[in-house]
């Protein structure tokens, strides 16, 4: 089962920012959207970014439009997930997720459309 694998998580203040990275694991990924999700402690997990496979359509979760930015120079590279003004209540699980599309992305992305997952990285924000 190919995987993808998530880095850059870790701890910061409030304001800060972080970046977080995704790669597939042992192939190559054109072709594939890429999604970031999260879950916070005792909540469900929900979609904060996507991108497509070109990297010419994004979107984001209201709740971190105008904070975070969803990126990836090509096809093949890694997906990137700047995060800036971070706020406590951006702490979570964040998950990486990829899966093959070939039609326009929605404006959130939904756990059930992706293949692919990472472990998750934890991202907190604290004092």
């Known amino acids: 089962q190919p995987q993808v694998v998530e880095s850059g998580g870790g701890l910061v203040q409030p304001g800060g920012s972080l970046r977080l990275s995704c790669a597939p694991s042992?192939?190559?990924?054109?072709?594939?959207?890429v999604a970031w999700f999260r879950q916070a402690p005792g909540k469900e997990r929900e979609g904060v970014s996507c991108?497509?496979?070109?990297?010419?359509?994004?979107h984001y979760a209201n709740s971190v439009k105008g904070r975070f930015t969803i990126s990836r120079d090509s096809d093949e590279s890694p997906v990137y997930l700047q995060m800036n003004g971070l706020k406590p209540e951006d702490t979570a699980v964040y998950y990486c997720?990829?899966?093959?599309?070939?039609?326009?992305?929605?404006?959130?992305?939904?756990?059930?459309?992706?293949?692919?997952w990472g472990q998750g990285t934890q991202v907190t924000v604290s004092p």
């Open positions: 991108i497509s496979s070109k990297g010419l359509d994004t």
């Open positions: 042992g192939w190559n990924w054109p072709l594939y959207a």
């Open positions: 997720a990829a899966s093959y599309w070939n039609r326009p992305l929605p404006t959130q992305p939904f756990e059930l459309d992706y293949t692919f």
